[in-house]
């Protein structure tokens, strides 16, 4: 799939996100994987909009991690996470990363997943993306 701009982004992500049913007893990881600047964080910017957020989402690098209340039935809690800036699983593991991804009522989209593959379900669903010629971005969906 390829995107011109956000609002295409936009709308795979809508499409991403019908479909998407919880786990039974754990949360639905979301791994954002991509060169730097190939827009994973428009990505997870969209995910927020479509689910209702209201308030600015801003991409986490500085932070690591942010979460949002949901509104919705099958979620309770979005997280979007940036491991740009982690070394290793140990820092995601300060983060109180085992509590998050026990909980089936939470949907984890984290950028940078190489650098904490470790510490990632091997069941998470993979999202690729890389710039193409014509500077605009192709979008490879892995679902588990
Ligand atoms: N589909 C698209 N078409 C054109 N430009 C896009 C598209 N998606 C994102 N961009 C632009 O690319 C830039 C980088 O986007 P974004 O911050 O989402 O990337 P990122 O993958 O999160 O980067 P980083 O690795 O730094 O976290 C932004 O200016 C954004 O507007
Ligand atoms: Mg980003």
Redesign the pocket.
Known sequence: MI????K??EKIAKEFLIGLTPLKNKATVVGLY??????????TKSVAKILGIKSKVN?P?YVIMKSYKLKGKSYKNLFHI?A?RLKNEKELLHLGWNEIIENKEHLVFI??PENVIKALPKKHHQIH?THTKE???KFRIKKV
């Open positions: 995107s011109r701009s956000s295409e982004t991509g060169e730097l600047g190939t827009g994973k964080t428009t990505f991409s690098t940036d740009y950028e940078w993306i500077g605009h971005r």
